[in-house]
């Protein structure tokens, strides 16, 4: 028996003995670590635009201050209220000039130098003290059909001439010339309800009355004098 388990023993040993170099062999080296050019200019590249990305948020966000904006539609002439404007939030652009919202006070109570819609920013050059119409002179609305105006769109400040037209059935002559008044083109707007041009001016007031009465019958078309100052 001990003869026995010697041998199993020295087979043990033996086996044990050829298993040792087996693992050894087995055991693969470390992989070798390879550099990839294009992924490593891929990092910094992301790097970077990261960085720019920071920067520009940084710069956008410390360029901005408050304005003020216009809340809801104001007409030429219109008084400014304060419910009519809010401040805005706007990065700075060398070429406007909005009015600091610290500054509303100098703007609420003034009156609207041209339309202005929602949404616009508010500048010093939108605003007036002037009153419309002013002294010695009265605003008058005079419908008109599209036929009875020019085909350039009026533009405030225009010099217009309010002419009597005989209508329809009438003759035109040239013994009498038709009976014209001269007025100056405060804004136009469109009446929804028949389609005619509104067009606002602004006459001496000793001419309102008849103008009015002429715009009435609906006698009157509209010409526009040059433009040239």
């Given amino acids: 028996m001990a003869i026995d388990t010697a041998r199993v023993n020295g087979a043990v040993q033996e086996r044990a003995g050829s298993a040792a170099p087996a693992r050894e062999a087995a055991v693969a080296p470390p992989p070798k670590l390879r ?25 956008a966000t410390s360029t901005t ?3 003020l904006a ?16 809010v401040a805005v939030q706007v990065s700075t652009d060398p070429a406007l000039d909005p009015v600091p919202a610290s500054q509303s006070d100098t703007v ?9 819609a929602a ?12 009153v419309v119409p002013p002294a010695g ?13 020019p085909g350039e769109p009026l533009l405030a400040g225009d010099k217009v001439r309010i002419v009597a037209t005989p209508g329809e059935q009438g003759e035109v002559t040239t013994q009498d010339a038709p009976a014209t008044i001269d007025a100056t083109v405060v804004g136009v707007r469109v009446n929804d309800e028949n389609g005619q041009n509104v067009v606002s001016v602004l006459v001496p007031t000793d001419d309102a009355p008849e103008l009015a009465a002429r715009a009435a019958t609906g006698k009157v078309a509209l010409v526009l004098d040059s433009r040239e100052r």
């Fill in 35 to 59: 550099r990839r050019p294009m992924l490593v200019a891929a990092s910094i590249a992301a790097i970077c635009l990261g960085a720019l990305l920071a920067a520009f948020a940084w710069s």
């Fill in 65 to 67: 201050r408050s304005v």
């Fill in 70 to 85: 216009v809340r809801v539609p104001v007409e030429r002439g219109a008084l400014i209220e304060s419910s009519d404007v």
């Fill in 108 to 116: 609420v109570g003034q009156r609207a130098a041209v339309d202005i």
């Fill in 119 to 130: 949404g616009t920013l508010l500048t010093r050059a939108q605003v007036t003290t002037a």
């Fill in 137 to 149: 002179f009265s605003m008058v609305g005079v419908g008109l059909p599209a036929a009875s105006m």
